[in-house]
């Protein structure tokens, strides 16, 4: 360890303050942190710090909070801290000008095993497309997203009925972890990088980890039991997975899901058709089988279990999702 290795942390979420927690833990100098800007936040629209910055403000570590990363104030802030590292965990895309500026290079905490699930939303996208592993990265960050020189990795199972939060929950811990192995070793001289092109077999397509869209997140009833299932996991709890359902007169029934269980059966119902006994379940039609919902919210409304839903929702068999 080197704990005189200058340090600058750049993270927002609360998934980077175990990381920063261990980087304090172990002695190593973090000279500042970089997070987002305060942002407004529920209905009184008052300003909201970022749990980073909250943490880093309880053991009163300098925290800067740039709006544009390529200023020439922030460039000469940074400067003016002499990092030998720049240690990088859930935050933005970082300009040439910024990632090259330490000595030891820009290190970034990814939570996939790279080059699978490039991109924004890699715990999402692994537990939507039924992947049984995923996995942690670190690599030093280059001129394009998520492509650099690989540190350190380490491989997570995925339980079959883990949701996206449990996952993170995990992973941040997990990530942590390796992320103080990964600086251990660059503070020692003491590693070597592989290069990610080399890990991709000649015709393989990358999976990737795109941005979370609002209809990305909207359930298709026509699609098989297990990819309904898959979704809702892996959208749970944030941003949901969500229906729609439609009456004859045009009224509108929208519906977060945010956990179900899964029937794989034979039957001739219309995917879509819901089905309850107004007492214990609810569960709508799919293309071979049921989803049965557990946890839900209507818009507009609490969050509930699906019993209590149905005892006040008494014509849900009058729409089609």
Not at 7 to 29: K, Q
Not at 89 to 114: D, Y
Not at 157 to 180: S, V
Request: with cysteine; charged share 25%; hydrophobic share 40%.
């Amino acid at each position: 360890m080197n704990s005189t290795l200058r340090i600058v942390f750049m993270g927002t979420p609360d998934f980077a303050v175990p990381s920063l927690r261990i980087l304090l833990e172990n002695n190593y100098h973090v000279v500042a942190i970089v997070t987002a800007p305060d942002k407004p936040s529920g209905r009184g629209r008052n300003l909201e710090s970022s749990a980073v910055y909250n943490f880093a403000r309880s053991r009163n570590l300098k925290v800067l909070q740039p709006d544009n990363l390529k200023s020439e104030e922030f460039v000469r802030q940074l400067t003016e801290l002499r990092p030998d590292l720049q240690v990088v965990v859930a935050f933005r895309m970082l300009p040439e000008v910024v990632w090259r500026l330490p000595r030891f290079g820009t290190i970034n905490l990814h939570a996939s095993l790279l080059p699978d699930y490039r991109g924004a939303a890699p715990l999402n996208w692994v537990i939507i497309n039924g992947e049984k592993e995923s996995g942690l990265t670190t690599f030093f960050i280059d001129e394009k997203i998520d492509t650099g020189r690989i540190i350190l990795q380490e491989k997570i199972m995925i339980g079959e009925e883990e949701t996206a939060r449990q996952l993170h929950d995990r992973m941040m811990i997990k990530g942590a972890e390796l992320l103080i192995r990964t600086v251990n070793c660059i503070g020692s001289g003491n590693y070597e990088t592989k290069s990610q092109q080399d890990l991709i077999r000649a015709g393989e397509e990358l999976r990737k980890a795109p941005k979370i869209t609002k209809e990305s997140c909207r359930i298709n009833w026509n699609e098989k039991v297990v990819n309904i299932f898959n979704l809702v996991r892996g959208l749970s709890p944030y941003p949901a997975a969500w229906t729609e359902g439609r009456k004859t007169d045009g009224s509108i029934l929208s519906l977060q899901i945010f956990s179900c269980a899964k029937e794989i059966i034979v039957h001739g119902a219309m995917p879509g058709t819901p089905f309850t006994d107004y007492k214990t379940f609810l569960k709508i039609a799919c293309a071979d089988g049921y989803i049965h919902l557990l946890d839900l919210k209507q818009a507009g409304k609490k969050r509930m279990k699906v019993p209590d839903f149905i005892r006040g929702f008494r014509d849900i068999e009058s729409y089609t999702f």
